[in-house]
């Protein structure tokens, strides 16, 4: 019995310190000389840079879940230089979701046929996803495929 409470004991303590093990941590000496530890930087010192999916990422301010989807589902949107009032809904939908995506704006030959091959044309705009890929702006289609990715609904 007593085996069978100790080994449970820890478990417990394992799980609880792997819930943590993703945690960023800081010690710091405050005007009293106490010593502090926390998960928040000293009052005054920004977080430097926060941890998605094992990886450093720059603090750009973005919330949690919405860079955690940005390191699994990237989004990249393929537009031309001539497509004026056809890409723009596209662009504004993922501004107003806070989406970070990528502009690539298809030009050269190769280019194309990288476009060719995801969606089967030349058509712009088109959405990816991933490995999703959308031909044409389709406003539902769009916020399916984000919200499939784990994007919150609404940006900051």
């Known amino acids: 019995m007593r085996l069978h409470l100790a ?8 799980a609880a310190s792997m819930c943590t093990a993703h945690a960023q941590t800081y010690r710091w000496t405050d005007s009293s000389g106490h010593t502090i530890i926390s998960d ?3 009052p005054g010192q920004a977080r430097q840079a926060a941890r998605v999916g094992g990886k450093a990422q720059p603090d750009d301010g973005l919330p949690f879940t919405t860079r955690q989807a940005a390191a699994r589902f990237p989004v990249t949107l393929y537009t031309t230089s001539d497509c004026g009032e056809e890409c723009q ?7 107003t979701r806070g989406v970070p ?4 704006v298809v030009q050269t030959e ?4 990288a476009l060719k091959a995801l969606v ?3 058509f712009v705009p088109s959405l990816q ?15 399916q495929m ?3 990715a784990g994007y919150p609904k609404s940006g900051k």
């Not at 995506?101 to 690539?104: Q, W």
């Not at 190769?110 to 046929?113: F, N």
């Not at 996803?129 to 916020?143: I, P, T």
Request: hydrophobic residues 40%.
């Open 101 to 104: 995506f990528t502009e690539k």
């Open 7 to 14: 080994t449970a004991f820890t478990a417990c303590l394992l």
């Open 40 to 42: 928040t930087p000293p």
């Open 110 to 113: 190769a280019e194309q046929a």
């Open 120 to 122: 089967g044309d030349l």
């Open 89 to 95: 809904p596209a662009r504004d939908l993922l501004k």
């Open 146 to 148: 984000l919200d499939l």
């Open 129 to 143: 996803v991933g490995r999703q890929h959308q031909r044409g702006f389709n406003a539902s289609l769009y916020e």
